[in-house]
């Protein structure tokens, strides 16, 4: 036990000596949090529009108050021509045009039946997407206000719910991503780093030649790192609850005992990486292409796998974080006991003894 | 095992593959000896030793040291030798003293144990100044005296120094061997493996591998007259050239 705390002393040592390593740990999170939740956002907040009116009408204007109103849009200008349409296009601020027919408050009236064309500018496909559906659920709105009270025959009116994150806060999907990315980042890069150090400057043979079982050497190597990405994983929820106002609807304690497997999950794939890479840098290549490009790619962090072609789909069950990512989003936005997510954690629980497992195997007690 | 014979080897032999680094190799080191472990790049020195001290397994043959089998009780072996490799292995990010204080500790030492004995090497070497810096800015050949007496700091009956000085000056050298010396002296034995040969002549009895088979083994002296050379040099290249 002594030799054991003098083991993590000397390995907290190594941490906070080397600035570049306290960076990674404590600055890469916190940035990185940050930037996915304020900078990097699927929502549109005063998108500049233009408004072409050939009617000016009553409802035009109503229609118009009602879009200028939202939060959504802000109207840049009003145009005459059609012409002008392309050429405010181009120019790049406004990014959708609204274009009311003549005579619109009439038609409505007579022929029930009243045209409006959105243009959208899609060099964006997503925003102009997300543009067009706002615009249309601003209209079916005030439809509906205007209707009150009147009966109408044979009319389908969905009324759609979004449950779990009714406002469609891109925080809610980048916090669980965010997270994953940073614990797998830290677990698995810097405990393969810091084993492949000591291969690299001879002092693994060193341990090795004395009492200490390699076991032992690569616990005490690991250990330090559990718990620095506890104290990260803390942050990370922290800065989210208070900053983002990311719900937790579920247990606490069951957040953090799976964000401990997942931790330890990483750890073991960053044992397994070390004891593949004789150098610093290939640990880190490693640990690089082969954990982060999957992770943000292949876990659904960013791409819903259910539109994947299906081989990437059968693909991304290798991939811890897409369990881990299910698993949290579970527990933070729909609140789940374990009773719902049991699945996924026997998943990870069954990743992590195979590679404790292999990496045992790969570790080679008496160097060749 | 002979009462004052520290390692017994027999037979030892290393194959990887088809290749055979190790052949058949048999000696053995007297208590309080330094003995020469001697022999071209590539001719299997440190192989032997890393099965000599626990860290590779011999692919047949025998060996002994300090009282226990290679093969069955590397354990025991590693609480009795000390070890300092080519690479001086000590942690850069680490002070003098904080190395020491690791090092101790991995060997099961107490605490008081190591104060005691972190203040007698500190001033042995003379390093009070630097005993607070990190080991990283202290020039090559401290970070050797260091590192060899941190190999000693468990009280070894063997310590096994794999060309221990590698790239350092001929003065510091010098000094170096001074340290090995006073080591011997006072009963520690010293297996030492170097391609210098000025410093075979330091070594009381010196084994010569050449690709894989010890090809000579005594007393420099001995050597020198049996191969009828000037000194060491001289008997490894008439050795080497076969």
Redesign the interface.
């Known amino acids: 036990m002594k030799r054991f705390i003098g083991f993590i002393k000397k390995e907290f040592y190594h941490i906070f000596r080397d600035r570049r390593s306290l960076f990674i740990l404590f600055g890469m999170p916190i940035a990185q949090i940050l930037l996915f939740g304020f900078a990097i956002t699927n929502e549109i907040n005063n998108v500049d529009i233009a408004i072409l009116d050939h009617s000016k009408d009553a409802t035009t204007k109503e229609i118009i108050n009602k879009i200028s109103a939202s939060k959504y849009f802000s109207i840049n200008q009003f145009i005459e021509k059609e012409k002008d349409i392309e050429i405010v296009f181009k120019k790049g601020k406004v990014k959708a045009v609204l274009n009311f027919e003549k005579d619109f408050s009439k038609n409505l009236i007579k022929e029930n039946n009243a045209n409006i064309q959105v243009i959208t500018d899609a060099t964006d496909p997503n925003t102009a997407n997300t543009i067009s559906n706002y615009v249309n659920a601003i209209l079916q709105n005030y439809l509906k206000e205007q209707n009150k009270g009147v009966v109408q025959a044979y009319k389908i009116i969905p009324q759609t719910h979004m449950v779990y994150n009714p406002e469609l806060k891109s925080v809610y999907m980048f916090v669980p991503g965010v997270m994953t990315i940073i614990l797998m980042l830290v677990s698995a890069m810097m405990t393969s780093i810091s084993i492949t150090k000591e291969k690299e400057l001879g002092t693994m043979e060193i341990l090795l030649v004395s009492p200490l079982k390699p076991f032992q050497v690569i616990i005490g190597k690991v250990f330090p790192y559990i718990f620095l990405s506890i104290i990260n994983a803390i942050i990370i929820i922290v800065l989210s609850i208070f900053i983002f106002k990311m719900p937790v609807q579920g247990s606490l304690i069951l957040l953090g005992l799976e964000s401990i497997l997942f931790i330890i999950t990483a750890l073991a794939l960053g044992i397994l990486i070390s004891t593949i890479s004789a150098t610093q840098q290939t640990a880190m290549m490693i640990s690089l292409m082969g954990l982060m490009l999957p992770v943000i790619l292949l876990s659904g962090f960013i791409f819903p796998i259910t539109s994947m072609p299906l081989p990437l789909q059968v693909i991304s069950n290798i991939i811890p974080a897409k369990w881990f990512i299910i698993i949290i989003k579970g527990i933070m936005l729909k609140g789940v006991g374990l009773e719902f997510i049991w699945k996924e954690t026997l998943i990870l629980l069954g990743m992590t003894v195979f590679f404790i497992g292999l990496s045992v195997k790969k570790y080679k007690i008496r160097l060749e | 095992m002979e009462k004052n014979k520290v390692i017994q080897v027999e037979g030892l032999t290393k194959n990887?593959g088809d290749f055979t680094a190790v052949n058949a190799i048999t000696f053995d080191v007297k208590k309080g000896e330094i003995f020469g472990f001697l022999g071209a790049n590539g001719a299997g020195k440190t192989t032997a030793m890393?099965m000599l001290?626990?860290?590779?397994?011999p692919s047949s043959g025998k060996a002994n040291v300090a009282g226990f089998d290679v093969q069955t009780e590397?354990?025991e072996i590693?609480?009795n030798?000390g070890?300092m490799?080519?690479?001086f292995?000590?942690?850069?990010?680490?002070t003098v003293k904080?190395n020491i204080?690791?090092?101790g500790?991995?060997?099961?030492l107490s605490r008081k144990k190591i104060k005691e004995k972190s203040t007698l090497l500190i001033e042995e070497l003379g390093l009070e100044k630097v005993a607070n810096s990190?080991v990283g800015s202290l020039p090559l050949g401290w970070k050797q005296k260091i590192s060899f007496s941190v190999s000693l700091i468990h009280d070894p009956k063997i310590v096994f120094l794999d060309e221990p000085t590698g790239g350092v000056d001929p003065i510091t050298r010098r000094q170096f061997w001074e340290l090995i010396y006073k080591a011997a002296h006072q009963g520690t034995t010293v297996f030492v493996t170097t391609h210098y040969m000025d410093e075979a002549e330091y070594c009381d009895r010196v084994s010569i591998m050449v690709n894989g088979k010890i090809e000579a083994l005594d007393t420099p002296k001995k050597l020198k007259e049996q191969f009828n050379a000037e000194d060491m040099n001289d008997v490894f290249l008439k050795l080497a050239r076969g």
């Open positions: 990887f890393k001290i626990g860290i590779s397994n590397a354990e590693k609480k030798i070890y490799s080519q690479k292995a000590l942690y850069d990010d680490l904080e204080t690791f090092f500790g991995i060997y099961g990190l």
